[in-house]
């Protein structure tokens, strides 16, 4: 039970979560992965929970280069397996495509960098024969300083002509990068 007008925080436990409740709640997820289960990464991540599930998501931004792990997390909160279609993006086109199921009321977690290889700048494609929730979970050890942590976005439910960003900076310190990642059959 959440009071009016206050907030509250629970461990989220292992797995996934679905939540129902009678009044529309905003809710976020936080996660901390050096505590757990890697003591050399640091940092944490925070993401927006979705409020349907997809038979079609797209992820721009993925790297499977030295200091960096891709992952893929797949829920299917229904009652029917999923038939999972991953396509793997690449710069030269030649990422190919891994095919799996993820049974009902189940998670099941990729790792993009042994299904679709190491050293490269990887966008994901999934299609999914039943409707799920997906996110892409990056955890990297980085640059001069050897930056580490990590982050967490769900999907896009489809690509768009469109797109808006309210983050970015140029400052000193910090490196801002654009993945633009094309699923269709012709040049855009």
Known sequence: MVHARRRRNRWAGRGWLR????????????????????????GGHCASGLENASQS??????????????????????????QLLFHFLTGD??????????????????????AAGTGLDVSVAL???????????????????GLAGGHAEHGAVEASPSWY???GTTRAGFETWLCVANPHPEKA
């Open 19 to 42: 939540i129902l409740a009678f009044l529309p709640l905003v809710i976020a997820l936080l996660a901390f992965p050096g505590t757990a289960t890697r003591a050399d990464w640091e």
């Open 57 to 82: 998501w797209y992820f721009a931004e993925g790297c499977t280069r030295e200091g960096f792990e891709e992952w893929v997390c797949v829920v299917n909160p229904g009652g029917d397996p999923g």
């Open 93 to 114: 086109g030649e990422g190919g495509s891994l095919q799996c199921t993820v049974p009902p009321r189940s998670r099941l977690t990729l790792h993009v960098n042994q």
């Open 127 to 145: 299609e999914s024969t039943v409707p799920v929730a997906a996110e892409r979970a990056m955890y990297f050890r980085y640059g001069k300083g």
């Open 165 to 167: 960003f309210a983050e």
